[in-house]
């Protein structure tokens, strides 16, 4: 009698992979899908709020009040001497707020940031805060100030006996200028002072040990590192003057007249809603070509 000593093995069974196929699949399917159900949301929300009123606003402007579809309301509005007067005060003031801001902005993130003085951190601490503060906040300030019942023209027909005080620069596009640089220039000095906390002082240490005054120091050492901030900074400053309204709104500058007054003054006063929907359509084009351009020198620059 023999005995049978080969190990008894239990029957192996291989997994069904064609059933674990539909499963597989429907998991991928449900990861494939999560990224359209998380976008689809912020997307309605955007297209609602956002590309539809642009959508109307855009057909507007091609549906003049005698009826049907036409480019009759751009003729109309390009060749008028108001819109292109509005064109070329929108863009000089722009340009002019946007250099003023750069020149002012990198002077005084020079001072906080390199000339020790007391209460440093908490100037660059209000400019954080300052970026929150609305536009015509400022600009009644300066009316405060320099309008014709402010406080300077006080000061001045109460020493002199005048009837009327020499401060009256406000209501022109001199006094517009001056409400958007003093708004604008934080946008500026915020990047700069953070690339400037991030530059390393060893450098400016040993430019000093070797004989360099400060003039040459900030000309080679502190410029090259200035230059994208104030590329990013000065970039998104031209966008934001091209599109500012409050300010030119509340100094009174009745003469100054910028493509978002324009707007308002077709839709508001005018009742001619086609000129001012053109009129809007030619600002969002501007707006998104140097927004563009903006974004191309952040990137760029790294801010």
Known sequence: MTTDLTPCTAPTTTPDVHAARPGARRGRRLRGAAPLLWAAPPVALLAVFFLY????????????????????????????PAFREALWTTVW????????????GFLLALVIAFVPFPGARAVARFIDVFLSFPSFLITLALLFVYGRTGLANGLWTGATGAPDGPFAFLTTPWGVLLAEVTYFTPFVMRPLLAAFAQLDTAQLE?????????????????WPEALPALAAGGSLVLVLCLNEFGIVLFTG?????????????????????????????VNVLISVGLYGLYRVVSRRAGA
């Open 253 to 281: 500058a009745k003469g100054v007249t910028t493509l978002p007054m324009l707007v308002y003054g077709k839709a508001i006063l005018e009742s001619d809603y086609p000129g001012a929907c053109v009129v809007a359509v």
């Open 53 to 80: 009123p642009l959508a109307l606003v855009v057909r507007q402007s091609v549906q003049p009040d005698t009826g049907g579809v036409s480019l009759k309301p751009y003729a109309d509005v390009f060749a008028s």
């Open 206 to 222: 040993a430019a000093g040990s070797l004989g360099a005054r400060a003039p040459r120091i900030v000309r080679q050492v502190i």
């Open 93 to 104: 003031l722009a340009l002019a707020s946007t250099a003023g801001c750069l020149v002012l």
